[in-house]
């Protein structure tokens, strides 16, 4: 007697034929989509898909122009994020939904504040908050105020305020692509949790080692339709195919050793005996014309702080920071420039694009001085410069007015770059360059930096991938508590022996970073 197979989950959510369109953009074509409960759904695909729209669609955010939307096998109409939450879905986006002045327990009850007599329970909101800290490992007391957390703190209460909800519907909008090895295991431990609990789970991730960790079933998305559902343990080359439609034969296209330069170069970028009091000490190093040098090491270690010192974003107590040979002055990001110095910044959204500015705009934002004449800029000549770096770079757009903040991650990247090419910049520090963005755009940015160094260019590369870091660089720098505690050759960086500085330890080891499914 054979034992009957269990009962499918009970159907929470399914999407028949949406469709979504912008202004020359075809987002969504047909998209069906469904969720059980008690299930991670992955939901894979290119920038650009049509990933975030269809999750907007179903978080309130846009409203679908054709198709509709069943929640329990009854049609629904949801026209707005309230309405989301009224029907048990709740959703966490890739951008914050946060107020940086408020402190966290404002921010996790905004709107849902706990009233007693009419008046807001500090004290209760507190202790509620502290709770939902405590369960997503978060620190920081509840009156801190949001601005003073870092990005993964941020993506920490964005979290939390989605738990506080008690969702039946829980959409993740690459909720890990910021987090630490130990908070995607915490977090991954909650999700489990919830899937036990019959919450349905749709997850976005561009991290494909993460996908059998913690998925069920993957429905991949390609120019804004569903090109097939498999199975989570399905083999990463065979989501790539179904992703960008052919197979990719090498994720990391950089011939290690390509870029090695000889020892009487002068180098482009040196750096000599950087401090900060508290933050970093005794930094040196030199970036040649021509290679990539990358700088690994666990989060905290001080390498953003570095580069934004080095760029003049930030200030250091000591040191010397010269580019071809000129030093340049403390705290001045107009000389950096001026001197040829690029800074790409992790945090790109907020730090490297104006969003609802064009594509133009944006591409000219360093060199606005240079276009300008008597206060006013040269627009046709910066439309023509532009274009010219925009077509360079392969930026996948309506057009160049179109604003930035409806470009796909992988373009609003390229976008991020273009400015600092246009700016003619012979140093470019990439600071977690591809961050959030599909693994056919990570390919494209990897060519693009292989360019770059071959005409000449010199590239410093901050990464929290470690496979990326060992894939692209030519040499890489280790950091570990604010020092540089070892620089490897291309032959010599495994992964063993980086960890191994990271830690601080004398022989090959492990820590946090090796545990992550994503094995960085």
């Known amino acids: 007697m054979t034992t009957p197979d269990p009962p499918p989950a009970r159907e929470l959510l399914r999407t028949e034929g949406i469709r979504k369109t912008f202004p020359g953009v075809v987002a969504l074509d047909g998209v069906d989509f469904d969720l059980r409960a008690g299930e991670v759904h992955v939901l894979l695909g290119e920038n650009g898909a049509g990933k975030s729209t269809l999750i907007k669609v179903l978080s309130g955010t846009h409203r679908p122009d054709a198709g509709r939307v069943l929640c329990d096998g009854k049609a629904v109409r949801i026209g707005d994020a309230e309405a989301a939450e009224k029907l048990g879905i709740a959703t966490i ?30 004290k209760r909101m507190e202790a509620d908050a502290q709770a939902l800290l405590k369960r997503v490992g978060v620190t920081a007391p509840p009156r801190t105020p949001v601005r003073e957390l870092g990005i993964a703190g941020r993506q920490m209460v964005e979290i939390a305020k ?45 991290h494909l080692e993460e996908i059998p960790a913690i998925g069920d079933r993957v429905t991949v998305l390609r120019d804004g339709r569903s090109v097939g559902q498999v199975p989570a343990n399905t083999p990463q080359d065979d989501l790539v195919t179904l992703m ?80 071809a040979g000129k030093k340049l002055p403390r705290g001045d990001v107009w000389a950096s420039h001026a001197a040829g110095l690029g800074l790409v910044p992790e945090d790109r959204k907020g730090q490297g694009l104006l969003p609802d500015a064009s594509v133009t705009d944006n591409l000219g934002l360093v060199t606005l001085r240079e276009s ?85 260019h010199a590239v410093l590369m901050i990464s929290s991938d470690l496979p990326e870091v060992l894939g692209m660089s030519d040499r890489v720098l280790v950091m570990s508590q604010g020092r540089i505690a070892g620089e490897l050759t291309a032959r010599d960086a495994t992964q063993d022996a980086v960890m191994a500085l990271a830690v601080g330890t004398s022989a090959p080891g492990t820590s946090e970073m090796e545990d992550s499914p994503r094995g960085h």
Not at 94 to 114: C, D, M, T, Y
Not at 178 to 205: A, Q, W, Y
Not at 264 to 280: H, I, K, S, Y
Request: hydrophobic share 40%; charged share 25%; net charge positive.
């Open 93 to 122: 986006h890739q951008e914050f939904n946060l107020v940086p002045h408020l402190s966290i327990a404002e921010n996790l009850f905004l709107g849902r504040q706990p009233r007693r007599f009419g008046i807001v329970d500090r």
């Open 372 to 456: 300008s004449t008597g206060g006013l800029v040269d627009r046709s000549g910066l439309r023509k410069e532009a274009s010219r770096i925009a077509e360079r770079l392969g930026v996948r757009m309506a057009g160049m007015e179109q604003h930035v903040r409806t470009l796909s991650g992988g373009n609003q990247q390229k976008v991020v770059i273009g400015k600092w090419l246009l700016a003619k910049s012979r140093v470019l520090i990439l600071d977690e360059p591809t961050r959030g963005i599909d693994v056919g755009a990570k390919v494209e940015i990897y060519q693009l930096i292989n360019e770059l160094t071959a005409s000449g």
């Open 162 to 206: 989605a738990l506080s909800l008690r969702a039946r519907v829980l959409i993740m909008d690459e909720p890990t692509a910021v987090l630490t090895s130990e908070e995607v295991n915490r977090l991954f431990g909650i999700v489990r949790g919830l899937r036990s609990e019959g919450v349905g789970i749709v997850l976005i991730t561009h």
């Open 244 to 323: 960008v439609g052919r197979s990719i034969e090498q994720q990391y296209p950089r011939k290690a050793g390509s870029g090695t330069p000889a020892a009487a170069d002068q180098p482009l970028l040196r750096v000599t005996g950087l401090r900060r009091q508290g933050v970093f000490q005794d930094i040196s190093f030199e970036v040649h014309a021509g290679e990539v040098v990358g700088v690994a090491g666990l989060v905290g270690a001080g390498r953003t702080e570095v580069v934004r010192a080095v760029f003049g974003a930030d200030p250091y107590d000591a040191g010397r920071v010269e580019v």
